[in-house]
């Protein structure tokens, strides 16, 4: 099966699926229909499809990521590569582009408290880029663990900020995603604000080590919509992550600080200088 044809399958299959949409009528352009795919994946409540479907589902997402260039981690050059002599600076990446390019052991996904991914169609947040190329199983995994939570702590149950979730990546190169919840300034930064942006980059390294995981790449967390300084949150990102580097010893061979926007690459490039 073609690309064009896997394309043709998944609107149709995910129209039915939906309910809603069923039988909706779809202009005969791939990037129209590129755009219905994923915004029917975005909305789509937690539940897998047929084998088949999702058979489908997988090859057309890899020949996606494939197009866009998959980027091998190992071959970045390191901030000691790029002349920095600051501390860890042969354990640091800095790579300005999309996280789900990289092929690492982890990236890390900025979640929210539900922790089901985003449903708001698409949407250019990297939870939603990160679930939208992992596939329907990224969202089913959280949604499983999440019920586990929920018989063990309540109905209510959220997940707190800085404890991070590891599920698979699926269909991305990273082989897995640790989900985070970072915290949110909504008035002034303040120092427990600060504390619990510093935890995330901990816990989530913790996790690594504890799961095997010799390299990670992490998001800005908590910038953009939950509007912690850009600037203070790249300067907690390195100084936490050099801290633990220097307390856990040849834990982990690399750790990629992954930006998007040139203001963020420059706040990263200006603690190794």
Same mark, same amino acid.
């Given at each position: 099966?073609?690309?064009?044809e896997?394309l043709?399958?998944?609107?149709k299959?995910f129209?039915?699926d ?10 005969d ?5 590129r ?6 994946m975005?909305i789509?409540?937690?539940g897998?499809?047929d ?5 489908i589902q997988d090859?057309?997402?890899k020949?996606?990521?494939?197009e866009?260039?998959?980027?091998e981690?190992?071959?970045?050059p390191t901030a000691?590569d790029?002349?920095s002599?600051a501390?860890?600076?042969e354990q640091i ?6 996280i ?7 990236i890390?996904n900025?979640a ?5 991914g985003c449903?708001?169609?698409?949407h250019?947040?990297?939870d939603n880029c990160?679930h939208t190329? %992992? +596939?329907i199983?990224?969202r089913?995994a959280?949604?499983e663990?999440m019920?586990? *939570?929920?018989? /063990?702590?309540? #109905? @209510? ?8 979730m590891?599920t698979?990546?699926y269909?991305?190169? %990273? +082989?897995?995603v640790?989900?985070i919840v970072?915290?949110i300034v909504?008035d002034? *930064?303040?120092? /427990?604000h600060? #504390? @619990? ?13 504890a799961?095997g995981?010799r390299?990670?790449?992490?998001c800005c967390?908590?910038?953009?919509v939950f509007?912690f300084?850009n600037? /203070?949150?790249?300067?907690i990102?390195v100084q936490t992550?050099?801290?633990w ?12 600080f992954?930006?998007?926007?040139d203001?963020d690459k420059?706040?990263y490039?200006q603690q190794?200088?």
């Open positions: 099966m073609e690309q064009n896997r043709d399958y998944l609107v299959r129209l039915d939906s309910g809603r949409y069923k039988g909706m009528e779809v202009a352009d791939p990037a129209e229909k755009t219905v795919l994923r915004s029917l975005n789509r409540m937690p897998l499809l084998e088949e479907s999702l058979r090859e057309y997402l020949a996606r990521i494939a866009n260039g998959i980027v981690t190992d071959a970045l000691a790029l002349g002599t501390a860890n600076a990446i800095i790579w300005q582009g999309d789900t390019r990289l092929a690492c052991d982890a890390v900025a929210n408290s539900q922790m089901l449903f708001v169609p698409m250019t947040c990297i990160i190329f %992992a +596939g199983q990224l089913q959280c949604a663990q019920a586990a *939570l929920r018989q /063990r702590f309540g #109905e @209510d149950y959220e997940q707190p900020t800085a404890v991070p590891l698979d990546g269909n991305l190169p %990273a +082989g897995h640790i989900h970072g915290p909504q002034r *930064l303040t120092r /427990r600060e #504390e @619990d942006l510093a935890a995330c980059y901990r816990n989530t390294l913790d996790m690594c080590l799961n995981l390299s990670v790449a992490f967390i908590s910038t953009g509007h300084p600037k /203070r949150a790249a300067q990102a992550v050099r801290d580097l220097t307390a856990h010893p040849d834990a982990v061979d690399r750790v990629i992954n930006v998007f926007k203001e420059e706040y490039e190794f200088v």
